[in-house]
Structures are given as structure tokens and as C-alpha cells.
């Protein structure tokens, strides 16, 4: 009687063991599908963002090196994963006026203007690349407002003087190239094409 009753106790334990490591490890398997859903899910968007940053890292050394096609082909996926961003679009296209694709540079820069109108630069860019269309006026226009955006903007100041140069703007020029001195007493070139000015207007007035 008594080995009977240490057997039928024996036997009950185990099957209590047993149901509640049952349990147990049904409910350690929901918690374990609860967090691995929670942590792929939660990882997406971080997944996208290392993917874009990964292209946007690989544009910069290949336009580095000189590879203007691998870089557009890598600013161009940075954009598919994220469509608003500004500072690829302006790479790409800085990068496609290097390449000389002066039509999609400027519809990068304009796309990005969109996105940013207080961001100096972009108008900076994008006046710079009308310069090289042989569209003077439009590039004035660009330097303003990059000047609208950021007064103390020495590389717009000397970018417009250069255009109201190249018009016949003498004083207009004169002026700007005087206040990129005022605001960068070191930069030499400014020095040396408001030098240019002058004669012109010496030239002007003697003839």
C-alpha cells in the first residue's frame, strides 16, 4: 500500500510537471512570436534608412573618383527610398552638370527648391549651371535670391558680379565684387576680376 501510494504520487507529480511545462512552453513560443514580430516590424523603417544611407555614402566616393554614372545611379536610389530628399537631389544634380547634363541639373536643383526655398545654396547651384546654359539673366536671378536667403553669401556675391560683368553691368558688378571683399578679405579672385572691372570701366569712360 504504501510503495503503491509513492508510485501514484510519483506518477501525478510528473503529470503536473508535464502539463505545466506544456503550458509554459506554449506561452514562452506566443512570447517569443510576439517579440520577433515586434522587432521586425519596428525594424523596417530602420532598415530603409541604412539601405538609403548606404547608396547616399557610395554616390559620394564613386562621384569622388569620377564615376558620375555609378554616382547618379546611386543619388537616383536614395531617392526611390526616400523622395524628399533634399541633399540628394542636390548631389545628383551637381553631379549631372559635371557630367554636363545641364537639363536634368536643373530640374534636381528646382525639385529640391521645392522641397527647401530657404536653402541658399540651391539657388547657388542652380545659377551656377543657367551661367553655363549662357543664361546670364536667369543666373542673376538665382545669385539674388540665394543673396535673399543668406545676405552674408560671399560665393553668391562674386557668382552675380561675375554675371553683371560678363552683361556689361560695371558698376552693378563693381559692387558686388566689393562686398564678397568685405565679407572675404582673403579671397583673391574677387580681388583680381573686380581688378578687370575697373579697367573695363576706365575703357568705358574713355571711350
Do not use: W
Request: net charge positive; charged share 25%.
Amino acid at each position: 500500500m504504501f510503495l503503491f501510494e509513492i508510485v501514484s504520487t510519483s506518477n501525478g507529480l510528473k503529470t503536473e510537471i508535464n502539463r505545466r511545462m506544456r503550458l509554459y512552453s506554449s506561452h514562452m513560443q506566443r512570447t517569443i512570436l510576439f517579440f520577433l514580430c515586434l522587432l521586425v516590424f519596428s525594424a523596417v523603417p530602420a532598415l530603409g534608412q541604412s539601405e538609403a544611407d548606404q547608396y547616399f555614402s557610395r554616390a559620394a566616393e564613386r562621384a569622388e573618383s569620377g564615376d558620375l554614372d555609378g554616382a547618379i545611379a546611386d543619388y537616383t536610389k536614395v531617392i526611390e527610398l526616400n523622395p524628399r530628399d533634399i541633399d540628394a537631389y542636390n548631389n545628383r544634380g551637381n553631379v549631372r552638370k559635371n557630367k554636363g547634363d545641364y537639363k536634368g541639373a536643373i530640374e534636381d536643383f528646382t525639385t529640391a527648391i521645392e522641397f527647401a526655398p530657404g536653402r541658399a545654396a540651391l539657388y547657388l547651384n542652380r545659377g551656377v549651371v543657367k551661367m553655363r546654359m549662357n543664361d546670364p539673366h536667369g543666373a542673376i536671378a538665382d545669385y539674388t535670391r540665394a543673396i535673399q536667403k543668406d545676405p552674408k553669401n560671399a560665393s553668391a556675391y562674386y557668382n552675380r558680379g561675375n554675371a553683371r560683368h560678363a552683361l556689361g553691368d560695371l558698376q552693378e558688378a563693381y559692387d558686388d565684387l566689393s562686398r564678397v571683399i568685405e565679407l572675404n578679405p582673403d579671397h583673391g579672385r574677387a580681388y583680381a576680376n573686380r581688378g578687370k572691372v575697373k579697367m573695363d570701366m576706365k575703357s568705358y569712360k574713355a571711350a
